[in-house]
């Protein structure tokens, strides 16, 4: 891929492996941090100032770094007013230029993908110059749903690697705090404490009350600390991004066991709904359905975007109705159909 400027360069990289002094990393790895959708500058400077070849002008290296080295991508290449730009970044990535030891570049339009470790790498032949930088991106907190889940043991049954389990079974991640955060500034008040994606222990809480923080503090998420990840055990809130797929409730005559609802899933080409399909339902495509049904961890649950009598009068929930013995017949389905 990088051929076409290659050519031009070799003798100059002749020039640079015989003479050049490699600096890598003079500072530690500098981290970034972008909204999605934003232009973000990953910084990179000459390290070395003024050698004899400045004004021969000097070559700028980007990759994009993979854990293992043969995957790693091509960025952008600079030498003096060439420039070219490869694959994922082509026509969204240009040199930023304030001054002329500057190879920072800019991202325009920054994705999830664009999330990761980059190094900069200056050559101009004396001093080369090696810059790490590792970009994080922040996503869209509105793209998804945090939820509060306890398994069917009960509450505070988690460590941290149970509770990042329990997410992955939902279809699910353990939420960050920033997600947490947002979900609290949209009203979310829940008082049993929860496994954050940092190894904190929090919860939100909207309506202070003595069990739940105390009556007198302000409303805020309520902060546990960093806890044992092994030891401790608490509930968990996890994330569940937008459906890739349909949720349903399935319309058929019966009143099932949970083997049953599994199946009758299965027979309709899809599969029982997991929690974090209910929830990314609910909240991000108004579902609403007055109908208790089971769920693949053997719960019962039900989503009311519109409160009324009966159904939740009070607020828009996913609402909770327990773990109930798996032979009872009493419940209908919700079933999830991902898209192929
Ligand atoms: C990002 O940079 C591009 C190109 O310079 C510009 O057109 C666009 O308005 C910028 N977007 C934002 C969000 O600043
Ligand atoms: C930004 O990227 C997204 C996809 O990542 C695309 O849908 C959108 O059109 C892009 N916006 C601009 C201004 O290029």
């Known amino acids: ?85 490869y694959g994922n970044f082509e026509g969204r990535v240009f040199l930023h230029e304030i001054d002329t030891e500057d190879a920072s570049i800019v991202i325009t339009n920054v994705s999830m993908d664009d999330m990761g470790k980059y190094r900069c ?35 505070y049954n988690l460590n941290f690697n149970d509770a990042v389990q329990a997410c992955a079974d939902q279809d699910a991640l353990v939420a960050t705090y920033d997600q947490l955060e947002h979900a609290w500034k949209s009203g979310m008040d829940w008082c ?6 940092d190894g904190t222990v ?49 319309v058929q005559p019966d009143r099932l066991t949970y083997d049953e609802a599994v199946q009758a899933c299965l027979d309709d080409d899809a599969e029982i709904a997991k929690v974090g399909h209910i929830y990314a339902a609910w909240k991000l495509e108004g579902y609403d359905r007055c109908d208790a049904g089971w769920l693949a961890d053997g719960s019962i649950r039900y989503p009311i975007s519109r409160p009324r009598k009966n159904c939740s009068p009070n607020e828009a929930a ?15 389905v919700y079933c999830f159909k991902a898209k192929q």
Not at 127 to 155: K, S
Not at 216 to 244: E, M, Q, T
Not at 318 to 327: A, L
């Open 1 to 85: 891929m990088l051929s076409l400027l290659f050519i031009t360069i070799i003798p100059l990289t002749l020039v640079g492996s015989v003479f050049s002094q490699v600096t890598t990393s003079p500072v530690p790895i500098v981290k970034v941090m972008a909204d999605l959708g934003s232009n973000v500058t990953l910084p990179c400077k000459l390290y070395q100032q003024s050698s004899p070849f400045d004004n021969f002008g000097y070559r700028v290296i980007w990759t994009k770094l993979a854990e293992d080295e043969n995957y790693n991508e091509d960025v952008l290449l600079a030498m003096g007013e060439h420039q070219k730009t």
């Open 121 to 155: 790498e200056i050559i101009n032949g004396l001093f080369d110059t090696l810059q790490e930088i590792v970009l994080q991106v922040r996503g869209n907190l509105t793209d998804g749903v945090v939820f509060p889940y306890h398994p069917p043991l009960g509450r």
């Open 192 to 197: 049993n404490a929860g496994w954050l994606s």
């Open 202 to 250: 929090q919860y939100p809480i909207t309506q202070p009350r003595a069990p739940c923080g105390g009556s007198n503090n302000s409303p805020g998420i309520r902060n546990y600390g960093r806890r044992d990840k092994d030891k401790s055990r608490y509930d968990v809130f996890c994330y569940a991004s937008a459906l890739k797929g349909h949720f349903y409730w399935l």
């Open 318 to 332: 996913v609402r909770f109705v327990g773990f109930p013995d798996k032979t009872i017949k009493s419940y209908g």
